[in-house]
């Protein structure tokens, strides 16, 4: 197969399940079924393909025309694929779930369409070969995630869509601002090992200041970094799935993969070093880890605590790439790995939490852990990789972001990263205690029971937290393993650290 083909398949089979789901009947909940695993087993299997190319030291790419000077470009190499797998690997974890989620559900044609349509938009931005393809990806991000946003459909929710639409389409124009004025400055804007814009001269550098701004603005709103994460919170009106999907998969993941991309593959680290503006973005990251941190002690709502949550430790990905520094770049790409089957654990246990009993408040979570105890086993490994405890994955980002501060001698990193940890403890814990340690003291507020005697939950709805959790745990135990996500990062920071 050429590396054309092969590119397009991985990208186009969600778009081509998308549409045929569309218009099949309502009620083909089996065909719906089998084209979504069909289309995610298909995606998994051409980027194993792929995978094999690049560990051979191929790039692989494909040039389409599109517009005058502006060509549409998709290419395969080791950054790309650390997002495209991750992306892949949870869409086929997160359709299990959605289907046990949305069983009886009015509306699953519509949902189930968009979200191959979503998952088409983020491997296209984890594919994206120049900054153009990166922008209308980006943009078509924005458009299949609205309305899983607002499918239910009521005032909150519709209120919710309005406002990610608005912080969202607004941060699309700031983005393409920058990539049309670095367009016209270069002719070019394709990715390239050690960025395409130190070729410019000295004299374009307050230029060049002005489009990294840009750039990473808009990006940073799906990033949800502080002060543009304010539709983060609301979106938690969406179906559990959603939720897993805007924290773990896509928009927000596609926000801080975007600041990877614009810092290593289009300026180039070393030259935005020399910019002066990796010193703000790492400011940047560090206030809003903790600003995550200290709103999710004060949130009551489980969802909006891991909303919080997802806004702080996103930026640990921005912070890795923003120290400068070996280490502390695989630190940040790792945590894009491990945050996402870390975080995707949390929400797919509180979406079995509200969908078997009800619970919403985390006043309710008293005794959950008798009535629940394989859910919130998962739930309390993804919370200890959270805080990172070792063994987990979280720990395997801290500790290297902690080298890596050390090696870029910004000691007061590692009292944001001690800060950040004890914060993640005081919001997480209680959350355990109340779940394992305290006894049950009013009925649950809309319990239901399962089909067979014994079972905690739909069966569908409790594999798929059971097995990101053990991910977590073997991210940690085995992180050193081949193919493991350390390694793979590993393998990235020596290409882009190389001479």
């Known amino acids: ?36 695993l069909g289309a995610a087993l298909i995606k998994i299997l051409c980027l194993l393909l792929i995978v094999g190319a690049v560990l051979n030291g191929q790039v692989l790419s494909v040039r389409l025309p599109f517009l005058p000077g502006a060509d549409l470009v998709l290419r395969a190499d080791a950054m790309s694929l650390l997002f495209a797998i991750l992306s892949a690997l949870l869409w086929l974890v997160t359709t299990i779930y959605a289907i046990g989620y949305l069983e009886g559900a009015p509306h699953r044609r519509r949902f189930f369409g968009f979200f191959s349509l979503c998952v088409t938009a983020t491997m296209g931005i984890a594919l994206a070969g120049n900054l153009i ?15 899983l ?44 090992h050690g960025g395409v814009v ?68 289009v300026f180039g680290i070393e ?51 923003a120290l400068f520094g070996p280490l502390a770049t695989i630190g940040g790409l790792v945590h894009l790995v491990h945050q996402g089957i870390m975080k995707i654990t949390l929400f797919f246990c509180a979406g079995n939490y509200a969908e078997t009993l ?7 979570l008293d005794g959950v852990g008798q009535r629940m105890p394989l859910t919130t086993v998962a739930f309390t490994i993804g919370a200890l990789g959270m805080i990172g405890v070792p063994a987990t994955a979280g720990f395997v980002s ?72 053990l991910s977590v745990v073997m991210a940690g135990l085995w992180a050193g393993a081949p193919f493991s996500p350390l390694v793979w990062a590993q393998l990235i920071t020596a290409l882009e650290y190389r001479p």
């Open 133 to 147: 393809t990166f922008f209308l990806f980006y943009e078509l991000l924005t458009l299949t995630t609205y309305p």
């Open 198 to 265: 130190s070729v410019l001269a000295d004299s374009h550098r307050p230029a060049l200041v002005a489009i990294f701004a840009l750039l990473i603005g808009g990006v940073a709103v799906k990033a949800a970094v502080v002060p543009l994460h304010g539709w983060l919170p609301e979106a938690m009106v969406a179906p559990a799935p959603v939720s897993a999907l805007l924290h773990a998969v896509a928009v927000v993941k596609a926000g801080a993969f975007g600041v990877v991309r614009i810092c290593y593959d």
């Open 149 to 192: 946003v607002v499918h239910r459909g009521t005032p909150k929710a519709l209120a919710a869509g309005r406002r990610y639409l608005a912080y969202t389409l607004v941060g699309g124009v700031v983005l393409l601002t920058g990539v049309l004025w670095l367009q016209q400055l270069l002719g070019s804007v394709d990715f390239s």
């Open 358 to 364: 009800g619970i919403h408040a985390i006043d309710q």
């Open 271 to 321: 030259y935005a070093a020399s910019l002066g503006v990796l010193q703000p973005l790492a400011v940047m990251a560090g206030v809003t880890i903790l600003w995550g941190s200290l709103r999710a002690l004060v949130q009551s709502d489980l969802k909006r605590r891991l909303a919080y949550s997802t806004i702080s430790q996103a930026s640990y990905i921005i912070l890795g790439v």
């Open 1 to 36: 197969m050429s590396d054309a083909a092969l590119l397009l398949i991985t990208v186009s089979c969600s778009l081509v399940g998308g549409i045929v789901i569309f218009l099949l009947p309502e009620q083909q909940r089996g065909w719906r079924t089998a084209i979504n």
């Open 398 to 469: 801290k500790w290297y972001l902690g080298q890596g501060a050390l090696a870029a001698d910004m000691g007061w990193v590692l009292w944001l990263l001690l800060a950040s940890s004890l914060l993640n403890a005081a919001y997480f814990l209680p959350l355990l205690h109340r779940a394992w340690f305290r006894v049950q003291r009013q009925p649950w507020p809309e319990e239901h029971i399962p089909r067979r005697p014994g079972r905690e939950t739909s069966l569908l709805l409790l594999l798929p937290p059971l097995v990101t959790a």
